[in-house]
């Protein structure tokens, strides 16, 4: 009978333990969406989410060093979640304004985390600058593959302010997410069919 080497034993360790941080992970993103239904985005903390989901704090505060970094995992988590439209040149308007509206009502599905999210957003800093980076390249490559390689890069900027500045909007509360959704599908509309073939 074989005995494993330390070697082998060392890598079995460092998997537990990759294994470990992700479901403690897993469990605090979950348990983050939960809080914030009953729990106001300035009054979270890193160690409540810990508390109720049963992870000890010190893993927590390695995982998450704030309640923002907490928000920008699940904002994130949110939207990768969403499919990559593939397989045309150039996007049609309904398929652009379909993509965009899908965007908006998966973050609509829990408003507490979107309205958190934008806080985040429209803050200062390390984490504002990740989340700018992070959501804002995910948010510019589903709008990126819904126009399709031949469309000006100017086209898919504007749409980009479009839906960022309709979703920070609706976070803020002046208006509902579907009204959002709404005047962002007009908006592609408007830029699309006056947007000139590349």
């Known amino acids: 009978m074989s005995s494993k080497s330390p070697a ?4 079995l ?6 294994k470990s941080l992700a479901d403690a992970s897993a469990r605090l993103l979950d348990t983050t969406v939960e809080v914030l ?13 810990a508390a109720r989901a049963h992870v000890p704090p010190a893993t927590a505060a390695d995982l998450f060093a704030s309640t923002s970094d907490l928000i920008v995992e699940v904002c994130l988590r949110r939207i990768r979640g969403i499919d990559v439209s593939t397989g045309a040149n150039c996007g049609s308007t309904a398929r652009v304004a379909g993509q965009l509206s899908r965007m908006m009502l ?18 200062s800093g390390p984490t ?10 995910h948010i510019h490559q589903l709008i990126a593959s819904a126009v399709g390689p031949g469309s000006w890069p100017e086209v898919i900027t504007t749409l980009e302010l479009v839906f960022s500045g309709a979703l920070i909007q609706a ?24 947007a000139p073939p590349r």
């Open 37 to 49: 239904r009953d729990t106001p985005f300035d009054a979270l903390t890193v160690d409540q989410v």
């Open 128 to 137: 504002a600058d990740r989340a700018h980076e992070q959501i804002g390249l």
């Open 106 to 123: 998966v973050v609509a599905e829990e408003p507490a985390i979107a309205a958190a999210c934008a806080a985040v957003f429209l803050d």
């Open 8 to 11: 082998d034993v060392t890598d």
């Open 171 to 194: 976070a803020a509360g002046t208006m509902t997410f579907q009204q959002a959704a709404d005047r962002v599908e007009t908006a592609v509309s408007l830029i699309l069919e006056d």
């Open 13 to 18: 360790s460092v998997q537990r333990r990759r």
